[in-house]
């Protein structure tokens, strides 16, 4: 079965420090690439998305993600977090009818 | 748009009794997933729609756990009998046929059994 991995269970930063999350997944075809974040209390939503084109995907509240096939990867990262960005993030891979999440990070920033 | 609506939002209910979450997609999207998430588990794919159709229910825990989706508009998860490890939070989301893999979350339904 295709899966998603994400590298880190919990990261813990001060404000200002930069983000990179990373998220790898198995299959070999053609797919579509999500990063949803999940704050305290709520439900998914949507950061950003790859589907094609340029592998530098600019997403909201200052988020991005590249693409590296050869590396089955889509890291996400912010240069510079804050507290608001507590919350917990997950990598998704859509390939076909087929839709996978990743296990989560959760992040806590620290004022 | 409102988006994706689930009630209730909150259920508590004893051990035994019968349980229903409903589901209302995005008006136009073609697909419906119901979602399970917990502490200990994550979040797990339990069941998914295409066109009013199950396509994958392998993440259905058991027997007591039903799912349908009797037009396009409305879902429904029921849990009979109901038990203290079906307590999480449940996940309805939407995905539209013109945006390939992006889903639309709703609020998530909280369901205590005690």
């Known amino acids: 079965a295709q899966s998603v991995s994400q590298h880190n269970h919990h990261v813990i930063l001060s404000e200002a420090a930069s983000l990179e999350l990373g998220c790898n997944y198995s299959?070999?075809?053609?797919?579509?690439l999500f990063w949803y974040v999940q704050y305290p209390g709520q439900h998914l939503q949507l950061l950003l998305k790859?589907?094609?084109?340029?592998?530098l995907v600019k997403g909201i509240k200052g988020f991005e993600a590249e693409f590296i096939k050869s590396k089955f990867s889509f890291n996400l990262r912010k240069p510079s977090v804050q507290w608001s960005d507590t919350a917990e993030y997950f990598c998704?891979?859509?390939?076909?009818?087929?839709?996978?999440f990743g296990p989560g990070t959760r992040l806590s920033v620290l004022p | 748009d409102a988006g994706v609506i689930q009630s209730p939002r909150h259920e508590v209910t004893e051990m035994g009794q019968e349980v229903t979450l409903r589901c209302k997609p995005i008006?136009?999207?073609?697909?419906l997933f119901w979602y399970r998430q917990t502490m200990m588990r994550g979040l797990e794919l339990l069941i998914y729609?295409?066109?009013?159709?199950?396509?994958?229910d392998s993440g259905m825990p058991e027997d007591r756990f039903s799912a349908k989706m009797p037009n396009a508009s409305f879902s429904t998860l029921k849990i009979q009998p109901s038990e203290p490890r079906d307590s999480a939070v449940y996940f309805c989301?939407?995905?539209?046929?013109?945006?390939?893999?992006?889903?639309?979350f709703g609020p998530g339904t909280r369901l205590t059994v005690t």
């Open positions: 008006s136009g999207h073609n697909s």
């Open positions: 299959y070999g075809g053609t797919v579509n």
């Open positions: 729609f295409n066109n009013n159709v199950p396509i994958d």
């Open positions: 790859y589907f094609s084109g340029d592998p």
């Open positions: 989301a939407s995905r539209g046929q013109g945006a390939p893999g992006e889903q639309y």
């Open positions: 998704a891979v859509n390939y076909g009818q087929n839709f996978v």
